[in-house]
């Protein structure tokens, strides 16, 4: 099919109602967007890729994100002498994702065939378009349960050098590269509003031209409609990403029954473009939605001091060391321990009646094991310099990374003081703004010296102390997120750091039911002729693949997957 017409941003700013044509239309030029029209034009077809923000939002949620991939025994993993294996990945999924319902089938079979790709050429595709990794594998969401039950059995989180920017850049640079070459369009500031259908088949999509914007990449732009658009396509793949920036969506869907009610209020880590909108034209155009009701949202969200989009909270990615107590001030039992259950620990959370909790810890603590989820949260790694890297991660001058020490000093959830009477007094006085319960501070001084009992006992029986001597195991945490065990009332390892943390907003785990080539499938599981998803609004593939429970890096990686598959089975 030959490109007839031209969508431009002066097209759009003309406010003329515009009419084109392609191989393929690509909804949102987000990571998941670019990697299928890469696949597409690869293949010599003719790709539109449309998003409703404008060209310096290029590349959506991955921008923002750390650049964490779940990869299987790689060389990164083998170097910090790591074990891992196809069969041990797959049990831990298994485990984690607890799929229990007919529509998992193709979730499941999703994720069986993701774990192959992490365990087999995922490393090598993308080495060979110049992606590269910190040498220090994470161990993210270890679980802390049965064998058999949630979380990574071994560190898996390879951070990429550039972190969310370093994942998009290939994508870019081959997007742009078939830009060049006439095969594929870029058309920002272009909303779409309908799957158009023609004989029984998607034939292409409609929407609106929105008016241009300068905002700044991040920010919310306006919605200002200046025109619309119809273009035919052969085939269409939704990369729209999931509900996360809308919190009343998030409200509405919410499991109350499996996590507890909805938290009125909440922190949202993701941009206000995460609207979940396109996922309701797709299911008015016939295609399922299943699993609805999974998400993936954080239990340790900062309000943001420097807040780039709505309600902006950023998450804090613990150490095993800090202590964590309800809004009640009841320290948290195992396994909800920092790093552990994202999801049981966000239902124990909300067990209390309130969506708040704290964490108090030493600066010793602060400085070696707190970092901040976001590129822009880690320069360092960001620009992949070495010398910096190795600077902030081991602490130097008893300071934590500067991002860190920035929200110490201009958070509204953070207080510091030397004495724990003193630190529980300024925690209470963050909660009074909030209408939090007052805390007991005798309560949390009883607790924390028990804690600090058992630190100097070799034989601890606390299991957050236990968990802390297994991660020094790992060479990687005891060299840069590991504190080394001490009381936290130790004046020579304060002041003391008392953190208010909110429930965060981030990811869809369900969403628009596809196949393993990620053809989307109306409600009676049929495929809908022309219509592909792939990336978060497909449940980052299946509908759902991650089941109830997320192992961490498989968000960025089932993109780089799922948008694969949809684009090579998009180009026929
Ligand atoms: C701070 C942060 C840290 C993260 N860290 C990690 C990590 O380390 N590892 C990991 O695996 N994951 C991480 N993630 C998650 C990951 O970045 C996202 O899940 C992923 O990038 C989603 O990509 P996507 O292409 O599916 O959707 P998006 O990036 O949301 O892109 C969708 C695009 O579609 C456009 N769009 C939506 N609706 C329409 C419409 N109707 N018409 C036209 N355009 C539309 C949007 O404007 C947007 O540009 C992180 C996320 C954040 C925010």
Request: hydrophobic share 0%; aromatic share 24%; net charge neutral.
């Given at each position: 099919m030959a490109v007839l017409g031209f969508v431009s941003e002066q097209g759009a700013a003309m406010g003329n109602d515009l009419h084109d044509q392609a191989d393929a239309v690509v909804v949102g030029g987000g990571l998941a967007g670019l990697v299928a029209a890469c696949e597409l034009a690869d293949r010599g077809r003719s790709v539109l890729v449309l998003d409703q923000e404008g060209a310096q939002n290029l590349g959506g949620q991955a921008f923002w994100s750390l650049g964490g991939l779940f990869m299987v025994d790689t060389p990164e993993q083998r170097r910090m002498k790591i074990r891992d294996s196809r069969g041990l990945a797959l049990a831990d999924w298994m485990g984690s994702a607890q799929f229990d319902g007919p529509q998992d089938e193709w979730p499941r079979r999703v994720a069986e065939a993701y774990v192959a790709f992490a365990a087999g050429p995922m490393r090598d595709w993308l080495h060979g378009i110049g992606m590269r990794w910190f040498p220090v594998v994470g161990w993210a969401e270890r679980g802390g349960a049965l064998a058999t039950g949630h979380g990574n059995s071994v560190p898996r989180f390879h951070v990429t050098w550039g972190t969310g920017p370093g994942v998009l850049a290939p994508f870019v640079r081959m997007a742009r590269a078939h830009e060049a070459a006439g095969r594929l369009r870029f058309a920002f500031r272009h909303r779409v509003t309908a799957l158009d259908i023609a004989a029984g088949r998607i034939s292409g999509v409609s929407g609106e031209v929105l008016e241009p914007t300068d905002v700044a990449r991040g920010q919310r732009s306006g919605r200002g409609v200046v025109g619309a658009f119809r273009i035919e396509a052969g085939a269409v793949v939704v990369t729209s990403g999931g509900i996360g920036g809308n919190l009343a969506r998030v409200r509405a869907a919410w499991p109350e029954a499996r996590l507890g009610p909805a938290p009125d209020r909440m922190v949202c880590g993701v941009p206000a473009h995460v609207d979940g909108d396109m996922m309701d034209v797709a299911a008015f155009a016939g295609a399922a939605r299943i699993n609805t009701d999974r998400m993936w949202h954080y239990t340790e969200g900062l309000r943001n001091w420097d807040p780039i989009w709505p309600d902006h909270g950023i998450r804090i990615l613990p150490g095993p060391s800090s202590l964590w107590f309800d809004a009640l001030g009841k320290r948290l039992e195992a396994p909800y321990l920092p790093g552990f259950d994202t999801l049981g620990t966000l239902r124990r959370i909300l067990s209390t009646g309130h969506a708040h909790s704290w964490f108090v810890l030493s600066q010793s603590i602060i400085k070696k094991e707190f970092a901040l989820s976001g590129s822009e949260q880690n320069p360092d790694l960001t620009a992949g310099r070495w010398g910096a890297v190795l600077k902030a991660r081991l602490g130097a001058g008893g300071k934590a990374p500067t991002p860190v020490e920035a929200f110490k000093q201009h958070g509204a959830d953070f207080t510091v003081a030397a004495t724990i009477e003193d630190l529980v007094a300024g925690m209470n006085r963050i909660g009074a703004a909030m209408g939090d319960p007052v805390l007991d501070p005798a309560s949390l001084r009883a607790q924390i010296e028990a804690r600090d009992g058992q630190i100097l006992n070799p034989f601890a029986k606390d299991t957050q102390v236990t968990a802390i001597r297994g991660a020094r195991a790992y060479r990687g945490d005891r060299l840069i997120r590991t504190a080394k065990p001490h009381r936290i009332l130790d004046p020579a390892h304060g002041p003391l750091i008392g953190v208010r943390l909110s429930v965060l907003t981030r990811k869809t785990l369900g969403g628009l039911h596809t196949d393993l080539d990620g053809a989307v499938l109306d409600a009676e599981g049929y495929r809908i002729d022309g219509l592909f998803a792939a990336g978060e609004c497909a449940g980052f593939g299946g509908?759902?693949?991650?089941g109830y429970n997320a192992l961490e890096g498989t968000f960025l990686g089932g993109c780089l997957f799922s948008g694969r598959n949809a684009g090579r089975a998009a180009a026929g």
């Open positions: 509908g759902g693949y991650h």
